[in-house]
Every structure is written in structure tokens, then in C-alpha cells.
């Protein structure tokens, strides 16, 4: 059974320690940041920053939100960084969590191609070439583990679990948050492995909180690999 995140954005209050325990379980080194006059720090995800709790001011119906959002790779189900490359050394789909796992030989590829091909902008690139982002903490989950940002979130604004409980949940919780906010919704939860609940429009939260909010069209190579694909493998992905 593959694995999912449910993030309820409605309950995070924006205290950053899942960005703090993805930098620890990683060994990633801190950020060089200056002040921009918002909380949000730092400015975006990098190669060496997997995830960033996104803060945005807005006002709806007349009364002023700050609106959280907690940013990290999809996991995406058919992942187009994964069917850009063609290159399982590089990119690869772990068959037993679904994660979308980048290795050191990323570094071979295109980079360009790959950071455009994802509909969510979130792989980033080294001076070298390499690129990086959320791997799913799977040394942890393939050892009976949460993720380190699952595990730290004081709230309970992320859960993860197997792909059917996790989908459960979220619809569950959608039931209970649209009786307050009748916009709220699952973003893109049938085609991504980290679904997110929001209250207000996605555009609201992040530029790409959204697939369909990118400036996202499916890349010329992306459509020729589909189109070759063999029929056996979108069998075995439907069983
Ligand atoms: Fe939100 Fe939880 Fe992350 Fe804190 S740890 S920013 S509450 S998702
Ligand atoms: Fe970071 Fe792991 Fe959470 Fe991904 S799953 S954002 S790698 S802590
Ligand atoms: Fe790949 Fe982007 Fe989907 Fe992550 S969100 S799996 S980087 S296409």
C-alpha cells in the first residue's frame, strides 16, 4: 500500500518546526537570509531547504487572514519530474511508498526540463547540476517511522499513513471544515501523495499551491514517453 501526507492547513499555526525537523533529519546547514519584512523565512525552498511554511496576508469578505501553508514536493502519482527524465538511476519511484526519490545522479540531467516539467515548482538545482527536494524521509518510513515534519508538528497539521486511511481522513475532515468555510477543498488529492485541505482558494495560499494554478503544460518529451509507454505498466499501476 503506497503512503500518503494529509496537511490540514486550517489547524497550522505557521510554528515552522516541520521545516526545522526536515533541516535536522537531513543534516541540512541554515540559510543566509535577510529581513523582507514577513515572518516567512527563508524566501523559498532551495537545494538544500526541502520545505517552507509559506504566510500570506489576504483579505476575505472584508476581514483580514494569514493564511499557512506548509510546502514540500507532491509525491506525485504519475510524476512528471520522473517521466521528464527517463533516467531511473536518477529519478525513481520507490514501489512500496510512492515516494519520488532524486539521487546524486540527477546531476546527468537536464535540469532545466525537469524544474519545469513539475507542476508544483518545487525541485531545486546545485551549482553542479544535482538536484534536491523532499524525499518522504524514507530511511524513516521504511524503518516503521513518520516522516521528521509529521513527527514534530505540535498541532496535528499533518498526518501520514497508508494511502487509504490517509484519503479517508482527508475527506472526513473536508466534511467537518466546509460547515464553517464553504470554499474549502482537497487540492489535486487524486493525483498527488501529499493532499492538502485548505479553507480558502488555493491561489490565496502559495503561486503553486495548485497543479492547475502553474504555468504548467505538459512538456513535448513528457508527451512522447506517455504516448510509448508500454500498455503492461499502466496496467500494473491500476491493480
Ligand atoms: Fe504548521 Fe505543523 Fe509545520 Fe508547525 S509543524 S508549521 S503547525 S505544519
Ligand atoms: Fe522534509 Fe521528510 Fe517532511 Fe519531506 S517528508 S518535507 S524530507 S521532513
Ligand atoms: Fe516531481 Fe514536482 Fe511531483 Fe515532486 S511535485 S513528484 S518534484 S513533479
Given at each position: 500500500m503506497s503512503k500518503s501526507f494529509f496537511v490540514?492547513?486550517?489547524?497550522?499555526?505557521?510554528?515552522?518546526g516541520c521545516q526545522v525537523a526536515c533541516k535536522q533529519w537531513h543534516d541540512l546547514p541554515a540559510e543566509e537570509t535577510?529581513?523582507?519584512?514577513?515572518?516567512?523565512?527563508?524566501?523559498d525552498l532551495s537545494f538544500i531547504t526541502y520545505k517552507v511554511v509559506r504566510m500570506r496576508e489576504q483579505v476575505i469578505d472584508g476581514k483580514l487572514n494569514w493564511l499557512f501553508f506548509p510546502e514540500q514536493?507532491?509525491?506525485?502519482?504519475?510524476?512528471p519530474c520522473l517521466e521528464t527524465a527517463g533516467d531511473p538511476g536518477a529519478i525513481f519511484r520507490?514501489?512500496?511508498?510512492g515516494a519520488i526519490i532524486f539521487t546524486a545522479?540527477?546531476?546527468?540531467?537536464n535540469a532545466a526540463a525537469i524544474i519545469e516539467a513539475c507542476p508544483y515548482n518545487v525541485p531545486r538545482k546545485a551549482a553542479d547540476g544535482t538536484l534536491a527536494k523532499c524525499d518522504m524521509c524514507l530511511d524513516r518510513v521504511e524503518n516503521g517511522l513518520p516522516p521528521a515534519c509529521v513527527q514534530t508538528c505540535p498541532t496535528g497539521a499533518m498526518t501520514f499513513g497508508d494511502r487509504d486511511e490517509i484519503v479517508a481522513i482527508a475527506k472526513k475532515r473536508l466534511g467537518e471544515v466546509k460547515k464553517k468555510n464553504p470554499k474549502a477543498m482537497l487540492i489535486d488529492e487524486d493525483t498527488v501523495s501529499v493532499i492538502y485541505l485548505v479553507?480558502?482558494?488555493?491561489k490565496l495560499y502559495c503561486k503553486n499551491a495548485m497543479a492547475s494554478n502553474a504555468d504548467f503544460s505538459i512538456t513535448r518529451q513528457m508527451a512522447l514517453k506517455r504516448m510509448i509507454r508500454p500498455l503492461t505498466n499502466i496496467t500494473s499501476r491500476l491493480l
Open positions: 490540514d492547513t486550517t489547524i497550522c499555526t505557521a510554528c515552522r535577510t529581513n523582507r519584512g514577513t515572518y516567512e523565512n527563508p524566501a514536493c507532491r509525491h506525485c502519482i504519475e510524476a520507490d514501489d512500496k511508498t545522479n540527477t546531476k546527468r540531467l479553507a480558502y482558494e488555493p
